[in-house]
């Protein structure tokens, strides 16, 4: 196995974990192209951080083989320390020191000079819009601030592949959406993602290529519109009036469409997945299915039909969404 022929900048065969009789990982085979965001998508406990850190050198592998940029992990670990950077789900920086003192410090402890120390962390906090808060102490900084600082300590020699393990868990909307401008800025730059997420929008947004693990064992990869197509031409979305029909809507559904229907939170919600069919087209499909629950005295409110998402993706290929409550790893 060679990565540094083949444009990959991770490839794992086999790739085997286990403590005690707990098989974190089992097997997983990945193929991470250079120069790319690569998403990992799985609820807690799939064995995502444990691969990371197998990945990253901060655990052996039991099993199975892994390179990257063409180095093996076990054999070859200080030249892949050396191309690596790690961010994970809690923020590694010192919550006493300021932004600035934690930039400064860390440029230090990776060769720069004083002055280069400090330049660099300036021109990192002004990026990740931190300089307001550059003199404040970490412990005082919101989730949102601390995730940036994180990452900026990530990348202050700009690392060839960084993992960004589940970084914006627990974060709001806004400021997510502010660390998916920092992967993307940084990707632009040249720099390798590997992403592992349970946030399927995350995913869909940053990612070109998928993988989807589940108790340890990729499940599925590919893109986001390969991952779609793989379980079905599109779904239907259907709002009813009345709650009490939509057992019956359930039932015309299932049996006119031959599909695969979800029960939503919301009591008046359905949704059915429509497989691929030589013979006529979705729209077809679901406009016939309109037209039968009208016949049965079933009356739809609102009604769209569109590609799968990755939600619907997810729950297809594993029986349950990623909120799944799982046994947490071991290794998290």
């Known amino acids: 196995m060679s990565t540094q022929t083949s444009g990959l900048a991770i490839e794992t065969a086999g790739l085997v974990?286990?403590?005690?009789?707990?098989?974190?990982?089992?097997?997983?085979?990945?193929?991470?192209p250079a120069g790319t965001v690569y998403g990992v998508l799985g609820p807690n406990g799939a064995g995502k951080t444990t691969t990371v850190k197998m990945l990253a050198t901060l655990?052996?592998?039991?099993?199975?083989?892994?390179?990257?940029?063409?180095h093996d992990v076990v054999r070859e670990a200080d030249e892949v320390r050396g191309r690596v950077s790690l961010t994970g789900q809690y923020a590694s920086v010192d919550e006493d020191l300021t932004g600035?003192?934690?930039?400064?410090?860390?440029?230090?402890?990776?060769?720069?000079?004083?002055?280069?120390?400090?330049?660099?962390?300036?021109?990192?906090?002004?990026?990740?819009?931190?300089?307001e808060a550059a003199g404040k102490q970490v412990k005082h900084y919101s989730g949102g601030m601390r995730r940036r600082i994180d990452?900026?300590?990530?990348?202050?020699?700009?690392?060839?592949?960084?993992?960004?393990d589940e970084p914006t868990a627990g974060?709001?909307?806004?400021?997510?959406?502010?660390?998916?401008?920092?992967?993307?800025?940084?990707?632009?730059?040249?720099?390798?993602v590997l992403l592992t997420t349970q946030y399927l929008d995350e995913a869909d947004q940053l990612a070109s290529r998928i993988a989807?693990?589940?108790?340890?064992r990729v499940i599925a990869e590919g893109t986001k519109g390969e991952l779609k197509a793989s379980v079905g031409a599109g779904s239907v979305h259907l709002r009813l009036r009345d709650a009490?029909?939509?057992p019956e809507a359930e039932r015309v559904l299932r049996d006119l469409l031959a599909a695969e229907v979800q029960l939503e939170p919301d009591p008046v919600a359905l949704t059915a997945l429509l497989g691929a069919a030589a013979s006529d087209t979705a729209a077809d499909r679901a406009a016939r299915a309109l037209a039968e629950l009208s016949r049965a005295g079933i009356t739809v409110d609102n009604f769209s039909l569109g590609q799968p998402s990755l939600d619907e993706v997810f729950l297809a290929l594993t029986g349950h969404d990623t909120g799944h409550d799982t046994k947490d790893e071991v290794a998290a």
Do not use: M, Y
């Open 100 to 131: 600035t003192e934690n930039l400064v410090l860390l440029g230090r402890l990776l060769g720069h000079g004083k002055k280069a120390a400090r330049e660099r962390g300036a021109q990192l906090l002004e990026a990740f819009g931190l300089t």
């Open 212 to 216: 989807v693990i589940d108790k340890g």
């Open 17 to 32: 974990k286990t403590f005690g009789e707990t098989r974190a990982v089992d097997g997983v085979d990945l193929a991470v």
């Open 171 to 192: 974060l709001d909307p806004r400021s997510r959406n502010q660390v998916w401008d920092i992967v993307r800025a940084v990707v632009a730059q040249g720099t390798t």
């Open 244 to 246: 009490d029909q939509r």
């Open 59 to 70: 655990l052996r592998p039991d099993g199975g083989e892994a390179h990257v940029f063409g």
């Open 151 to 164: 990452i900026a300590a990530s990348i202050l020699n700009t690392p060839d592949l960084l993992f960004l």
